[in-house]
């Protein structure tokens, strides 16, 4: 690709700069469109409602050679939905969204919720607990079951802390990398010999689960997917749901800080805790941008975009936008009350159509967990130790320092 002159190379400073690196770019110029560069390559920085339409148009944004290697190699899996386009892309699409429906979610919630409340019969009163660690720990208990995927007791801690560290190592070129990838090589194998003992009928998973589903899947070409292939996106199916446990952790950080949520909650006030979620993937930090190719040579605004630039859709700028949002930075979970929530609305998981484009399908998963959790959690008496409660912006994924410790005391009756 040609090196359009006069920007610099500007990796170094995403690594450092974290969640503001794209919004502080957008600002400095008076288009509001960032162009800057990155692993050498020419990137754009667009925001907002009509940015993520234009993003989302196939016909101006393409995935595959979009997405870097070293996030390949920790995040997505090579060769995963994430980087296909057109047929293809929708072809392999369909696993996840014949796996996740509202119905299935609302399953999996009651799942993890079992795994929660059996967690929590064994928390002695006083003694600290890591919500995020046990986050992590219940939510791989409930979507291993779910997903029809074996699991005993003894392994739930290693497996957990091998989809944690996928997401939590694919922005850093440190150990937290390399210990991502070293964590997508076990999952990868194991998944693997899963998804042959299926289809050599030595296991028989129950019909519509997701190791059902991704070990009959066939692609356009009829071809059904290598082991290898069906294990990356069985990964992505379960790596994600396990990283709802950032957003719960979130929710005690939460409940902690604006303590007057948590009677509502109590209250059994379903329209108010699935505000209660929204507001929590709006407010804190998750998934900074996303990004694709511009599939020929384009215009936005007016402003040139030249054919395989990279084009990067703000996701955090767009849920922090003071015209869109009027507050954006005071959490008010009554912002999503009283109205459906528009495709380019909230854009923490993507925007637009799932069935049509990258979107991602786990929002029905993400929201009904962290809802059922985000119940349990106001319902649980407990204090909150000292602590690092940081969440600094310059990591990303941000995740609290302390991952959120807190003392279980006696149940509150509801
Ligand atoms: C912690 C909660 C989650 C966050 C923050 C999150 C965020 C995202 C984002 C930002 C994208 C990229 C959208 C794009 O490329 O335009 C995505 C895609 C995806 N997500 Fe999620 N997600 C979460 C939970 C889930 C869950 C529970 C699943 C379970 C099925 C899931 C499966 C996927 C898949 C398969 C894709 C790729 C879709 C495609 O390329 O068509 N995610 N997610």
Redesign the pocket.
């Known amino acids: 690709m040609r090196r359009s002159r006069g920007v610099l190379d500007s990796s170094m400073a995403a690594l450092l700069e974290g969640y503001s690196w794209l919004p502080v770019r957008r600002e400095r110029s008076a288009s509001g469109v960032a162009r800057t560069r990155v692993l050498g390559q020419r990137a754009v920085g667009l925001c907002g409602p009509d940015a993520a339409r234009f993003f989302y148009d196939e016909d101006h944004i393409r995935r595959h050679t979009a997405i870097p290697w070293p996030v390949q190699n920790t995040l997505f899996g090579r060769g995963a939905?994430?980087t296909l386009d057109g047929d293809r892309?929708r072809a392999r699409?369909n696993i996840?969204l014949e796996?996740?429906t509202r119905e299935s979610a609302e399953t999996l919630a009651g799942m993890v919720a079992t795994a929660w409340d059996d967690a929590a019969a064994s928390w002695e009163p006083g003694r600290p607990v890591v919500l995020f660690d046990e986050a992590s720990r219940m939510i791989t208990r409930g979507v291993c079951r779910w997903a029809g995927i074996p699991l005993t007791e003894p392994d739930v801690p290693a497996v957990a802390g091998d989809l944690v560290a996928m997401v939590d190592g694919f922005a850093t070129p440190g150990p937290r990398h390399w210990r991502a990838r070293l964590a997508r090589g076990r999952r990868e194998a194991w998944l693997s010999r899963l998804v042959t003992g299926v289809r050599d009928g030595g296991i028989s998973p129950t019909a519509g689960s997701a190791l059902e589903v991704v070990s009959r899947h066939r692609e356009v070409d009829g071809e059904e997917l290598s082991p290898r292939l069906a294990a990356v996106e069985l990964l992505?199916?379960i790596r994600?749901?396990v990283?709802?446990c950032?957003?719960v952790a979130y929710a005690g950080h939460a409940l902690h800080r604006w303590p007057q949520h948590r009677q509502r909650l109590l209250a059994g006030d379903t329209g108010f805790a699935t505000a209660f979620a929204h507001e929590l993937r709006r407010f804190y930090p998750?998934?900074p941008f996303?990004g694709g190719r511009a599939a020929r040579d384009l215009t936005w605004r007016g402003e040139h975009i030249p054919r395989h630039a990279m084009v990067l859709l703000d996701?955090w700028g767009h849920n922090h936008d003071e015209e869109l949002w009027g507050d954006p930075y005071t959490f008010r979970p009554e912002r999503f009350m009283g109205h459906d929530i528009g495709p380019f609305e909230l854009v923490?998981?993507?925007a637009g159509d799932p069935h049509s484009n990258?979107?991602?399908?786990?929002e029905p998963?993400?929201v009904s967990v962290l809802r059922t959790l985000a119940v349990r959690l106001a319902r649980l008496h407990h204090d909150v130790p000292e602590q690092d409660l940081t969440i600094s912006l310059h990591r990303v994924p941000a995740r609290i320092r302390s991952g959120f410790v807190f003392a279980p005391g006696r149940p509150v009756s509801s």
């Open positions: 939905v994430h892309h699409k996840f796996v996740v992505n199916v994600p749901t990283a709802v950032w957003f998750f998934a996303v996701l923490p998981q993507g990258h979107r991602c399908p786990g998963s993400t």
